[in-house]
């Protein structure tokens, strides 16, 4: 057996808090479930019985995440790929399980393949567009523009109103209330060991007696919760020997006027609106199925650009990746003199 799929845990109404994603070993195409928050333990139960059937073999580890997260979890909608639902064999474990369009399922249309073969107006289906029951639908589509069809325009159908756009956040990540709560106490009281903190929060606004005050409230309580182990902070790359925050990165340090100062563009190529700052959120691990890392000591603030180099490699791998281009780059130089 061997791993061929992911199944994707996708909460909903969560804008704060994408959700996690659980690695399983699977001998059938791939499912997509989503979830809402506040629930039952009723969800746990149909999905273990529908697993075995669907040919899914989950991990003990991955349960127990499972466990976790449906305690507090309410709802279902389950997101079957074209590919799956047209499957005769995977359909019929479909029905079985009592899963039906519009009602507690949508075809989730993301290749344009798919959408040519199978268009969901052949079956009289209609866009979703709300996130319980009645789903007002039978699909969703996100297909990304393309000019290698005639018709390659952007296909996006199905939670497109103002208060339902998408059926959920699909992301790397997921974070109970509690975690993200505690996650922002720390990504605030490390930004208050930038040196110039105090100085770029009274010229943004606040007086300098808050500033001081703030800094000393949220430090406090950081260390009371257990959220401001310098030690670990140090470890994890998000404060220096000195205690201030630094990239994890390029281990320089940060200073404050990177979190309310926009992105520099290049001349010429300016964007008006753009809303980008210096500095960003930046996950030391990085996001990985099956793993929860969105979470304290996790996370850092960082360079945009730094962000953007180590993308999902995670920190190690593009070191070494860079340590690699700079001996190339060494090499040619010298072959060159």
Not at 188 to 197: G, Q, Y
Request: proline share 4%; glycine share 8%; charged share 20%.
């Amino acid at each position: 057996m061997k791993t061929v799929g992911t199944i994707y845990l996708v909460p909903l109404e969560m804008r704060d808090s994408p959700p996690v994603f659980f690695r399983a070993l699977m001998v059938a195409p791939p499912f997509y479930v989503s979830f809402r928050p506040r629930c039952s333990g009723l969800l746990l139960t149909m999905i273990r019985s529908c697993l075995p059937s669907l040919g899914i073999v989950v991990i003990g580890e991955v349960m127990s995440l499972w466990n976790q997260v449906y305690s507090s979890q309410n709802g279902y909608i389950v997101l079957i790929s074209p590919a799956n639902y047209f499957d005769e064999t995977t359909n019929r474990n479909i029905k079985e399980q009592k899963l039906i369009l519009g009602r507690n399922a949508l075809v989730y249309y993301e290749g344009r393949n798919d959408w040519i073969d199978n268009p969901p107006k052949k079956y009289g289906w209609e866009p979703a567009q709300n996130r319980k029951y009645p789903l007002g639908g039978q699909y969703v589509a996100r297909i990304p523009a393309t000019t290698a069809h005639s018709d390659g325009r952007k296909i996006n159908e199905g939670f497109t109103g103002t208060d339902n756009k998408g059926a959920g956040i699909r992301v790397y990540e997921y974070a109970s209330q509690q975690t993200i709560n505690e996650s922002r106490l720390q990504l605030e009281a490390i930004f208050w060991t930038c040196r110039d903190a105090i100085e770029h929060t009274v010229f943004s606004g606040m007086t300098k007696a808050d500033a001081i005050l703030r800094k000393k409230v949220i430090l406090e309580n950081c260390e009371r919760r257990g959220l401001f182990d310098q030690r670990k902070l140090f470890a994890n790359r998000i404060l220096n020997g000195d205690n201030v925050a630094i990239c994890p990165f390029c281990l320089e340090e940060l200073g404050a006027s990177g979190f309310f100062s926009r992105l520099k563009q290049a001349s010429g190529r300016e964007v008006n609106d753009l809303t980008v700052t210096e500095l960003n959120l930046f996950h030391i691990d990085a996001l990985r199925v099956g793993t929860s890392n969105h979470r304290p000591y996790n996370l850092g603030w960082g360079h945009h650009h730094c962000n953007i180099v180590v993308k999902d490699e995670g920190i190690e791998q593009t070191l070494q990746w860079l340590q690699k281009v700079l001996s190339r780059n060494d090499t040619h130089k010298s072959s060159a003199g």
